[in-house]
């Protein structure tokens, strides 16, 4: 059982390129969220899902759009990135919004952008 | 102000002591309350979950206190293999899951 899969996992982008992050869920799960990881920001929610073809914003939007096209996968797009989106990206998932249910997450995918 | 607070530490505790974090939430109405484990590189994993009557797992026990808006966790005996960052997180209204920023431990021989 895979769980929560992102590719890629490591990727250096110039100031201006777009790039695609892809998180896929096996677990059939209704809930996918996107995450940045900074020091001392801790995890920080960018848009997130509550099911097929829904999304939503999160604390830090801006700069990202996503798209949830099919209910096992989530895309995180960066249309033109800055030096500021450096980061880890974790993507998770989970069943339902219900209370006490777990979030899984991502090995995550670390982004430089220079 | 944030959604959730959480002292960033680090903590250095040597092995055998008891160690407690704390963090707070400002959304009242926030029903579900977790603490995570994240390894160094590593993504973050439920360590376990807070329940209103308090919880305990072996060496690990948490607490939730509504009325001051605080979660807490306590590890007791700490084991060398405890050192890693410990995040709490809050869910508040539907669907946003809200992380603190990590108190990272470290458990000295």
């Known amino acids: 059982n895979a769980g929560v899969t992102q590719t890629p996992k490591f990727r250096v982008l110039k100031t201006g390129q777009s790039m695609t992050l892809l998180c896929a869920q096996d677990m059939n799960h209704e809930y996918m969220y996107w995450y940045r990881q900074d020091p001392g920001m801790g995890l920080r929610l960018i848009h997130y899902s509550v099911g097929e073809g829904t999304t939503a914003k999160g604390e830090v939007p801006d700069g990202y759009n996503v798209s949830r096209l099919k209910k096992q996968n989530f895309l995180l797009g960066l249309e033109s990135a800055a030096p500021s989106q450096t980061s880890v990206y974790f993507c998770a998932s989970s069943y339902s919004s219900a209370v006490n249910t777990e979030a899984f997450f991502g090995q995550g995918t670390r982004l430089t952008v220079v | ?109």
């Open chain 2, 1 to 109: 102000r944030k959604e959730v607070e959480q002292d960033p530490g680090p903590f250095n505790v040597p092995e055998g002591a008891t160690v407690a974090f704390n963090c707070t939430y400002s959304n009242s109405a926030s029903q579900s309350f977790f603490w995570y484990r994240q390894d160094c590189r590593k993504e973050p994993k439920l360590l376990m979950s807070v329940y209103s009557s308090g919880n305990e797992d072996g060496r690990f026990t948490a607490q939730l206190n509504r009325a001051s808006q605080y979660i807490s966790l306590l590890i007791r005996d700490s084991k060398l293999s405890d050192s890693a960052t410990y995040l709490c997180a809050v869910k508040s209204g539907a669907n946003n899951l809200f992380f603190g920023t990590g108190t990272r431990l470290t458990v000295i021989p």
